[in-house]
């Protein structure tokens, strides 16, 4: 396969050629690249003979050449993992042609199933398995087949969560909806937004750093995450629920629309939130079903309950057990991927180019 870098026309309809045709990722849109610019990576937008679109982050290593790339939830392939030799064909071209200008590590955690074998037929075109870039590995999937609607999706939702959710709808509790793109919505289900988004965004980091503190994991500094959302919401990729109680926000569910599913990225509430309102992140994860339904998604993807280093499924009395089942209550079951992998094209400047990143950092403090 031949690769070259995108055309301006080209770049003009990026997004739909990586993040709306199925099996597609937010990760390879325009927007993100911008965002991991300010990191200091460079993006490089590829296209191939075989009309494939491939976002490529790449940064070299201080002082001595060479550098290292990612390609962020990519190359992608159609859901389920298409043709998986035609996936990993097109995984060891790109790793080739950034071999060839001098990058010498590829690494790459495309979103294909474990199932299909990808995994294998990578291994033997010469990447091996990393720790995850991202928190999860796995995720929990809610299908959603065509000609669905609220009650045949309601049906399969556990006794327990049907009455929470119902509960909810009867409080005093309203969802608004953040959202540039999809479904136009009929005034039923949320509420329009009732504050800016910059201070919408800001609340739902302290709720989600908040959450993360109760839950024992940490979040990173608000510059990393909250200019991202921004973004993301402008291009139509990101949409954010909100639950309130009366003006006070009590709890809130960050989404990625792309391929043909709503993906589940962050959930956070507020301190006593669950006491006052059992069925409050219910409720959000109810809503968020629904809108995927009338914008004819095939998938809600709940997102992962695993963690590294392991990445298994949580086991009863283990931290992220109780998520588990409050996803699975919905009739979402685990979909193991296959997870993260790099090629190491020259191990000696790889080494030392590592040493040489290393060093930078401690320079720069």
Not at 8 to 25: I, Y
Not at 57 to 86: E, F, H, K, M, Q
Not at 208 to 220: C, D, K, V
């Amino acid at each position: 396969m031949n690769l070259r870098d995108a055309t301006p026309a080209e770049l003009e309809g990026w997004d739909a050629r990586t993040v709306d045709v199925p099996g597609g990722h937010v990760y390879q849109s325009l927007a993100w690249a911008e965002h991991r610019r300010s990191s200091g990576w460079a993006a490089r937008h590829l296209v191939g003979d075989d009309d494939a679109a491939v976002l490529v982050l790449t940064r070299a290593w201080p002082w001595i050449g060479g550098g290292s790339a990612y390609i962020p939830r990519g190359p992608i392939a159609p859901a389920g993992g298409g043709d998986v030799a035609a996936a990993s064909e097109r995984l060891l071209a790109v790793s080739d042609h950034l071999a060839r200008s001098g990058i010498d590590v590829v690494a790459s955690d495309a979103e294909i199933e474990a199932e299909t074998g990808y995994g294998e037929r990578i291994r033997v075109a010469g990447f091996g398995p990393i720790p995850e870039i991202q928190p999860s590995r796995h995720r929990m999937s809610l299908a959603l087949p065509a000609g669905s609607d609220d009650d045949t999706i309601r049906g399969g939702i556990g006794k327990s969560t049907r009455q929470r959710i119902k509960a909810a709808e009867g409080s005093d509790l309203t969802i608004a909806r953040y959202d540039t793109a999809g479904w136009a919505g009929d005034g039923t289900l949320f509420d329009a937004p009732a504050r800016p988004l910059d201070e919408v965004l800001d609340t739902f980091y302290d709720l989600l750093a908040g959450t993360g503190g109760r839950r024992g994991f940490s979040l990173g500094p608000r510059r990393l995450f909250v200019p991202w959302w921004r973004l993301a919401h402008e291009a139509g990729h990101l949409v954010h629920l909100e639950a309130l109680d009366g003006p006070t926000p009590v709890g809130g569910l960050l989404l990625y629309r792309h391929g043909t599913r709503l993906s589940t990225v962050h959930s956070g509430d507020a301190p006593g939130a669950r006491d006052a309102h059992p069925g409050v992140m219910h409720l959000l994860r109810w809503r968020a079903i629904q809108l995927a339904l009338r914008e004819g998604r095939t998938e809600m993807d709940l997102g992962g309950v695993d963690t590294g280093p392991a990445h298994r499924l949580p086991g009863e009395g283990e931290p992220m057990h109780g998520l588990y089942e409050h996803k699975r209550s919905f009739g979402a079951t685990w979909v193991e991927m296959t997870g993260a992998h790099e090629r190491v094209i020259r191990p000696w400047r790889y080494a030392l180019g590592r040493l040489t990143a290393r060093g930078a950092r401690i320079v720069r403090r």
